[in-house]
């Protein structure tokens, strides 16, 4: 099995899959929100959770174990700073491509009132009509709002270059999945052409495991970390992606929306700030609004901020009607659709 791999592909994403199950049953055996049974955690047996094969010529075993002590002193200041005021999220439902002005208005007016102050836009369809798109809602949410867009993997590098050079006028801070997520030395092409221009790379989400995060770093090809709480080996790979992070003094800011990705982040997050980096600069975590009826434990935003979850586990529990409508092939959904 290991050579369908290694760690990438269906091999990974199962690893993911069952590790985070794993912790979700820790979590559960003791009575805490998987982001509290890690704040807990002395730094040692955290060190003892991570797999530090392939990258120790970045990260060893000793720095990991500094970071995590050094970050000790504050940490129950910065635990009740999540508890009350929650951690720092943006919206990425107010700009979907497709969309059209009268909704794109709608959704950001409705967002401003929501207290939501970071909105990212997806790009890559036509450039004049992402001119447009941009400069309306850098328009509707001001200058000092945060914007970010989202290619999701669309040009190639030189393409890239000029179509985010062009779009520098609403100020992104970051362009996201700008080219293909396996192009390391493409994404350092990028940021170092768009780093005058005060633009960061952000990527990760596609990011198969912990060496290729690690190569990214090295490389300089990303300015933002976006983890991903299933696409690496679950949260024991996740959290040598965090140090490593900020020992190259990158900020985190994760990938969420799906089927319970907010729900699961949600607790790397907190960990992240109290445990490891202490620090909220340019951080956040993306959050989308729909699909959360369907667990048990749905995220909490309070005025655009992730609300520290408090009930037992990963926050990962669907209901079981949930899970039989959209069970493959003989949910209700699954037969709906092959009717059509």
């Known amino acids: 099995m290991r050579w369908l791999g290694p760690e990438k592909g269906v091999i990974q994403l199962a690893t993911a899959a069952v590790l985070n199950a794993v912790w979700d049953l820790w979590a559960r055996a003791e009575d805490k929100p998987l982001w509290k049974l890690l704040v807990d955690m002395d730094p040692k047996k955290i060190v003892s959770c991570i797999d530090f094969r392939y990258i120790t010529d970045v990260l060893t075993e000793e720095e990991a174990l500094d970071i995590l002590v050094k970050a000790q002193e504050g940490k129950q200041q910065r635990e009740n700073q999540m508890l009350n005021e929650g951690y ?125 995060f690690k190569q990214f770093l090295q490389a300089s090809a990303l300015q933002f970390v976006q983890i991903d709480s299933c696409r690496v080996g679950s949260v024991n790979e996740n959290l040598a992606v965090l140090l490593m992070a900020h020992k190259f003094r990158v900020p985190v800011c994760p990938h969420a929306g799906g089927v319970g990705l907010c729900e699961l982040v949600q607790h790397l997050i907190l960990f992240d700030y109290i445990c490891v980096s202490a620090d909220l600069n340019n951080r956040m975590c993306e959050y989308v609004d729909h699909l959360h009826e369907h667990f048990r434990s749905p995220v909490v935003i309070k005025n655009a901020h992730y609300m520290a979850p408090k009930d037992a586990g990963y926050s990962c529990e669907m209901f079981e009607s949930s899970v039989e409508t959209h069970q493959y092939p003989e949910g209700g959904v699954w037969k709906l659709h092959m009717k059509k």
Request: glycine share 6%.
């Open 88 to 212: 720092p999220a943006y919206t990425t439902s107010c700009a979907w491509l497709g969309y059209t002005d009268q909704q794109l208005k709608q959704l950001c007016t409705d967002a401003l009132k929501s207290g939501w102050t970071k909105f990212k836009v997806k790009v890559g369809a036509d450039l004049q009509d992402d001119m447009r798109r941009c400069r309306l809602i850098r328009q509707m949410i001001g200058p000092n709002s945060t914007l970010m867009i989202d290619a999701n993997q669309r040009w190639d590098v030189d393409e890239a270059i000029s179509w985010v050079s062009a779009l520098a006028e609403v100020k992104p801070l970051w362009i996201e999945e700008p080219t293909s997520p396996d192009d390391i030395l493409g994404h350092a092409a990028i940021s170092k052409a768009l780093a005058p221009l005060g633009i960061g790379v952000a990527t990760g989400e596609q990011c198969h495991n912990r060496v290729m």
